[in-house]
């Protein structure tokens, strides 16, 4: 089965510890990495998780908060550094561009490779990514500036030649196509061959969602609806929903209230408040709603 990878570059919230990252993870589809936010120190993480910066195109910022996206300008510059060449495209909300264009034209004056923004709506969820393989769509929050999550979902794939069949029915190299994509086969008797005989369905197309910072917002449980994997952020225990409130965050409860109402395979929650130095309560009230949740952490790999 081809690569389908969570890799964890740093699961904290705004305040630095010495326990955590900024936010940013790394989403291996076959080989071609998409970062998801990039808080400080993710080229650093990036580098531990033995992740290869020439297979990172594209890169994915959920909103405009500085745990975020402080790691970019640094990134950006590394990769001037190494001579890349390919373009880099960043997607994010309005307003990137603007703040990160000047700082660009200052400190890498000679660029190696174009960086290419590509802005997009927070309001409803929209397709902003697609290739052979992979969609990725915009899923909406409430947090208290514009931001979205995401949803990577893998594309079906055809269906798999039994070739003792195609073999014993001698059917044609160019018939092999169609049969992938459902049709029978007719032999030239007339004889239809049914494509249940003659192929094996493909693996489940994967999928996982990031929901970053928001309030509980059970708005986008359709969206996420049977996930294999679910992030979610759980910056409070319940002990501090007010602060969540007020600061427009979740609490580990909610996140698995969302996790267990999508019926999602699994719950992965992060973006933990620098307050508590041991996230096992959050990780208690996560699992006594649903229990197929585990903490983030640092270069930890999630293999779908």
Known sequence: MEKFELHILGCGSALPTTRHFSTSQVLNVRDKLFMIDCGEGAQLQFRKSRLKFSRLNHIFISHLHGDHCFGLMGLISTLNLLGRTAE??????????????????????????KVLFHEFAT?????????????????PLC??????????AE????????????????????????????????????ETISNAILTRPSARPRSYAYCSDTIYLPSVIPQIKGVDLLF????????????????????ASQAAQIARDA????????HFS???????????EASAVFPRTRLAQETLCITL
Do not use: W
Not at 143 to 152: A, E, I, N
Not at 232 to 251: G, N, S, V, W
Not at 263 to 270: C, F, M, N, P, T
């Open 143 to 152: 947090h208290r500036m514009p931001c979205c999550g995401f949803l990577f």
């Open 274 to 284: 620098a307050r508590y130095e041991d996230e096992s309560v959050l990780l208690q």
């Open 88 to 113: 880099l495209h960043i997607h994010s909300p309005k307003g990137l561009e603007e703040l990160l264009t000047p700082m660009l034209a200052f400190f890498n004056r000679q660029m190696t490779y």
């Open 263 to 270: 019926e999602v395979g699994q719950l992965l929650i992060g």
């Open 232 to 251: 979610h952020e759980a910056t409070f225990a319940e002990a501090d929903a007010p602060r969540a409130k007020e600061t427009f965050h979740t609490t």
């Open 155 to 190: 594309k079906p794939r055809p269906n798999h030649i039994v070739r003792e069949m195609i073999d014993y029915y001698q059917i044609p190299v160019y018939e092999l196509n169609r049969i992938k994509n459902g049709a029978d086969y007719v032999t030239p008797e007339g």
């Open 123 to 139: 309001q409803e969820a929209g397709l902003i990514y697609e290739d052979r393989s992979l969609t990725v769509t915009t899923i």
